[in-house]
């Protein structure tokens, strides 16, 4: 009886040592991935159909979307995208 409590009391300490080492493990860092970044500057509503021209151009292409539009200054519009 002495015996299995000790084996049990080293199992538990052993998964506990164990939980606690891959907690500071991290996966390993995928390829770096491509990275552009569509941008209209002074985008008025008749280029702004350019600029969805762009990305829809650049989605064919096979690049993703990261992330939302974003807008900065007066009416420039900026997309990230990767591959």
């Known amino acids: 009886m002495k015996n299995q409590i000790t084996q049990l009391s080293l199992l538990i300490v ?8 891959m907690s500071y493990t991290h996966p390993a860092a995928d390829e770096p991935k491509q990275y552009t970044v569509v941008v209209k500057l002074q985008t008025n509503a008749s280029n702004l159909d350019k600029f969805e021209e762009e990305v829809n151009k650049k989605l064919a292409e096979g690049w993703h979307l990261q992330g939302g539009l974003a807008m900065g200054g ?6 990230a995208m990767v591959k």
């Open 14 to 21: 052993a998964f506990v040592a164990l939980t606690f080492l």
């Open 74 to 79: 007066q009416h420039d519009y900026y997309q």
